[in-house]
């Protein structure tokens, strides 16, 4: 604020009050022209001024009056403009990349020569010369023959070139020396730019364009279970299920067959007293029915002829007997196992559009399990007992066609009764002496398996 004061008090600045003040020194219309005259007498008297203080005749603007009003324009349809002497500038930066060497003669001037290494794979650089010698129908050019001309291939090998130094243990705090790994051969060339475009679409058709394969997968596994539980037993501890009287041979009878489930699902209690004879049931039931559907949806894309792998397992874990100590234990690790869909793939494509795909399918889930030990202590040490189901097979697919491969299907029926020899088998009352386990399970994997060929146009798809 302080230096606003002082501007205003140099007369630098003029404050106003309102905003039409600081226009009304503008006319009202711009266009008048008797204002654009006075400005124009003005402009010549400044000009004038510098003039006479200079001592050098300036040029003066002529009135508007005196200003001639050109020629119109006429395009002249006969004139033909000849471009033969312009030349086109072309940038080997935007043509080939950074990585690239253009070389220059000793007076400056571009030779139009560029160099420009391609990696290939580990033992593909000799191939590729020989296929330019064979196929490529290039004019190759080797060192020894003078300079080298324009229209002309330079092609070296290098190979093993390209090394890379893995660390075995990147935690380790010592010096690693690690492992070096070939990773690719070097295919320099050196060419017009002409020459070396012809080059690379040279190495795209027979080298960095072989056909990807897409496949997409839909594993659908429907798995149907229908259970009833039954079981009986007393109602607690201290009360028989049929107490007798005092003066008989007998006190009580009592037995316990619970279900299999052992919560507290449904639960009764039946409870009577006949010629001074007690009883008391618990009767335990359940009934259940499950209709799980799992549905994946894998994809994966593939070189054609290499092989596809499509997982989906997991883990079940288990002790592992591996011996037997001198105290009667066993010594035991913990294992796993290993259960679910495996699905191998490998595409290759015969003509122009069909697809030959060999497929192998695995489903393998736990079935049950088996007791494989028991300890002095009467622990029991099991195992699970694995049910694996493969199929393998060779279409042939055209474009858009899928394949079904089903059939992957597995039923298993449990049927475990417990029961008082005798009185089980009385009809309807003997459910009252036994205890009754029925399972039935089913399950079914269907594959759904569709090939494609990537198209260049799937390279530009939206992710």
Do not use: C
């Not at 070389?103 to 160099?115: F, V």
């Amino acid at each position: 604020m302080d230096m606003f004061r002082s501007l205003i008090e140099e007369g630098t600045l003029k404050p106003v009050d309102s905003m039409n003040e600081s226009f009304s020194t503008f006319p009202q219309d711009m266009d008048d022209d008797a204002y654009m005259e006075e400005l124009l007498t003005e402009y010549r008297e400044s000009k004038q001024v510098q003039e006479n203080e200079s001592g050098a005749a300036e040029p003066v603007d002529p009135a508007p009056g005196d200003l001639e009003d050109p020629a119109p324009y006429v395009e002249d349809p006969d004139f033909i403009e000849d471009t033969s002497d312009y030349e086109e500038v072309i940038n080997p930066y935007a043509l080939f990349g950074q990585r690239i060497l253009v070389h220059y003669d000793q007076s400056g001037e571009s030779t139009g020569l560029i160099t420009k290494p391609y990696s290939v794979r580990p033992g593909m650089g000799e191939k590729i010369i020989w296929l330019l010698n064979n196929y490529g129908g290039f004019q190759l050019w080797t060192p020894g023959e003078g300079a080298q001309p324009l229209g002309t291939l330079r092609a070296e090998v290098q190979e093993n070139f390209e090394l890379e130094q893995f660390a075995s243990n990147l935690r380790s705090t010592g010096p690693d020396n690690g492992v070096s790994i070939n990773i690719a051969d070097w295919v320099i060339a050196t060419a017009d730019a002409t020459t070396l475009s012809d080059f690379e679409y040279f190495l795209d058709v027979m080298f960095a364009g072989p056909p990807q394969i897409e496949i997409e997968a839909k594993i659908v596994e429907y798995v149907l279970s229908d259970t009833l539980d039954i079981g009986v037993g007393p109602v607690n501890d201290g009360t028989p299920v049929v107490g007798l009287p005092d003066s008989g041979l007998f006190d009580s009878f009592n037995w316990t067959f619970p279900n299999r489930t052992g919560g507290t699902e449904f639960l009764t209690t039946l409870q009577a007293v006949h010629d001074g004879t007690t009883y008391n049931f618990l009767l335990e039931a359940l009934a259940s029915y499950e209709n799980v559907e799992i549905t994946s949806r894998p994809k994966t894309a593939v070189r054609e002829g290499t092989r596809a792998t499509i997982e989906s397992t997991q883990q079940i874990p288990y002790y592992q007997i591996t011996g037997v100590n001198n105290s009667g234990g066993v010594n035991a690790g913990l294992s796993y196992s290993e259960v679910g869909v495996r699905m191998y793939a490998i595409p290759r494509l015969v003509g122009g559009s069909t697809i030959s795909l060999e497929i192998e399918i695995e489903a393998s889930q736990q079935t049950g399990t088996d007791v494989s030990f028991v300890t002095t202590g009467g622990e029991e040490i099991s195992t699970p007992t694995l049910g694996v189901r493969r199929s393998n097979t060779l279409v042939y697919l055209k474009p858009g066609q899928a394949v079904i491969l089903g059939g992957l299907i597995t039923e298993r029926s449990v049927d475990d009764e417990r029961k008082v020899p005798l009185l089980g088998d009385i009809p309807i009352m003997g459910h009252l002496f036994k205890s009754k386990y029925q399972r039935k399970e089913l399950v079914s994997v269907l594959f759904f398996i569709r090939p494609r060929v990537l198209e260049g146009i799937d390279l530009h798809r939206d992710f």
